[in-house]
């Protein structure tokens, strides 16, 4: 079982609002991921919580505000985003080199 | 100079012809190495990985490897025209996944 489950799948939200993606796997990985992708670009690297510690920041602004409540489980919590927020934001997990993907969710700030 | 490169492509093969998608790395302390999937509007999907030097093979798949040439690439034998997608190459740095711009990739039928 290789399942890392995100929701929701779509978020349309506006500049004001304050939201949370989430994201859930139980495969025992010890390290989850946040990345941002824009259309025809790779996947960017935001954050990384290694055995439920924030270990990488990738000088993300503050707007987006990760948690990690247990191994199972990484949030993001966004809040005042901008346009140019728009993007796939996907989660991953891995127990030791090779990374599985959620679905993502597709946001659209207005 | 780019941490991982890929040709953008489009690489246009017709069906049942092999498809070689290439990627070279610029840190030479790199130990893990993978190939993903992604088809338009959908996430990456892992369909290969290789730690060592040389081939590893899955199904139509395989990937080869040569840390001295900073060199990894990806070969599809018998090309199906589901296989038009995007793939990313990755490299493991400190705890990170480094992707490349992907290379696209049309089979037609």
């Known amino acids: 079982d290789t399942e890392v489950t995100q929701t929701p799948k779509h978020l349309v939200m506006g500049m004001t609002n304050k939201k949370s993606l989430k994201c859930e796997q139980h495969?025992?990985?010890?390290?989850m991921y946040w990345y941002k992708q824009k259309a025809k670009k790779p996947p960017e690297l935001m954050f990384v919580?290694?055995?439920?510690?924030?270990?990488i920041n990738e000088s993300v602004p503050s707007r987006f505000s990760p948690e990690c409540p247990n191994s199972s489980l990484l949030n993001l919590h966004l809040h005042a985003l901008q346009p140019e927020d728009s993007a796939l934001y996907l989660c991953a997990s891995s127990q030791r080199t090779e990374a599985f993907f959620g679905q993502g969710t597709r946001l659209t700030v207005v | 100079q780019k941490e991982v490169e890929q040709n953008s492509g489009p690489l246009s093969v017709p069906e049942g012809a092999i498809a070689s998608l290439n990627c070279t790395y610029s840190?030479?302390?790199?130990?893990?190495f993978f190939w993903y999937r992604q088809y338009s509007g959908k996430s990456p999907e892992l369909i290969m990985f290789i730690y060592s030097n040389g081939d590893k093979e899955d199904g139509r798949f395989t990937a080869q490897l040569n840390k001295a040439s900073q060199y990894v690439s990806l070969l599809i034998r018998d090309s199906q025209p589901s296989d038009s997608a995007t793939y990313l190459c990755?490299?493991?740095?400190?705890?990170?996944?480094?992707f490349g711009t992907g290379t696209r990739l049309l089979v037609s039928p």
């Open positions: 495969m025992g990985h010890r390290a």
């Open positions: 990755a490299v493991t740095g400190f705890q990170k996944l480094v």
């Open positions: 919580y290694s055995y439920e510690k924030l270990s």
């Open positions: 840190d030479r302390g790199s130990q893990s």
